[in-house]
């Protein structure tokens, strides 16, 4: 992506949207073109992975 990278925990997670390196205004464009229903089922998908592959049953 370009950006530093912080260390916060032991995972990042990162979903990406619009990446063309050599033309952000088309970055731009697509981002704000791109359905917010896609963006939630995204972070939906990421969710669900990360509750079943931890124990929520303690």
Known sequence: ???KKYLIG???IRG???K???N?????Y???NTPLG???HMAEIVA????YSIDCEK
Do not use: E, R
């Open 30 to 32: 697509l981002l704000h």
């Open 10 to 12: 032991d995972m990042n």
């Open 38 to 40: 896609i963006i939630i």
């Open 20 to 22: 063309d390196m050599k």
């Open 24 to 28: 952000p205004k088309k970055n731009l």
């Open 48 to 51: 669900d992975g990360i509750y």
């Open 1 to 3: 992506m370009g950006k």
């Open 16 to 18: 990406v949207v619009a």
